[in-house]
Every structure is written in structure tokens, then in C-alpha cells.
Nanobody, 122 residues
Framework: QVQLVESGGGLVQAGGSLRLSCAAS????????MGWYRQAPGKQRELVAA???????NYANSVKGRFTISRDNAKSTVYLQMDSLKPEDTAVYYC????????????????WGQGTLVTVSS
């Protein structure tokens, strides 16, 4: 079994910062792309940021210059540093990763974390 466990969400005032972490565990052979998505009430889930195994990053326009995604391949962990937070960043943030397991090292399947709530007050 493979699990993604997020941490670091919470309540913060506008202009503040939070750092989200997501650790993958289980029978992991390899992890390809990792990323963060978010879903605000009444809205569809959207990509926030993604990072390849080699460190190439991609950001939603709404968070460019404020959020930074990074990963530690040795720890199978992806991070999202969120600065200059705005009330419109309020959402449940989900970790996503393409993972190949020991039992099938050729197939990368998308896995999701359980989500962590980020609330930004004005």
C-alpha cells in the first residue's frame, strides 16, 4: 500500500505564510511528478504547483511569485511554501504524486492525499 500524508495546513491572516508537507510511504519503487492541487468551496479542484523528479516546476498564474514548490527525493516528500497568502487562497489542499510500486515498477499511478485545510482570514 502507498500513502500520501499531508501536514501543515491551518488558519493564517492575510499576508502570512504557511508551509505544507506531503510524505509518501509504503512499497514505493519510484516517484515521478509530484504536485499540489486545491479545491475551494463550490469550485473545481485546480492545479496549484507541480514539480518533476528533476526539479522542473510549474505554477498556476494565481500563485506565481508567492508559492514555491520543492521536493526531497530521498524522503519522498514534496513541500509547498506559501507566502503573501490571500483570502482567495482558502481551500483544501491536496497532494498528488505519480508512483510506481515494488510490485509493478513500470506503471506510474496517480495517488492523492487526504487533503489539508488552509484558511486565510482578511
Amino acid at each position: 500500500q502507498v500513502q500520501l500524508v499531508e501536514s501543515g495546513g491551518g488558519l493564517v491572516q492575510a499576508g502570512g505564510s504557511l508551509r505544507l508537507s506531503c510524505a509518501a510511504s509504503g512499497s514505493i519503487f519510484s516517484i515521478n511528478n509530484m504536485g499540489w492541487y486545491r479545491q475551494a468551496p463550490g469550485k473545481q479542484r485546480e492545479l496549484v504547483a507541480a514539480i518533476t523528479r528533476g526539479g522542473i516546476t510549474n505554477y498556476a498564474n494565481s500563485v506565481k511569485g508567492r508559492f514555491t514548490i520543492s521536493r526531497d527525493n530521498a524522503k519522498s516528500t514534496v513541500y509547498l511554501q506559501m507566502d503573501s497568502l490571500k483570502p482567495e487562497d482558502t481551500a483544501v489542499y491536496y497532494c498528488n504524486a505519480a508512483i510506481a510500486t515494488m510490485s509493478d515498477s513500470y506503471t506510474y499511478l496517480e495517488r492523492w492525499g487526504q487533503g489539508t485545510l488552509v484558511t486565510v482570514s482578511s
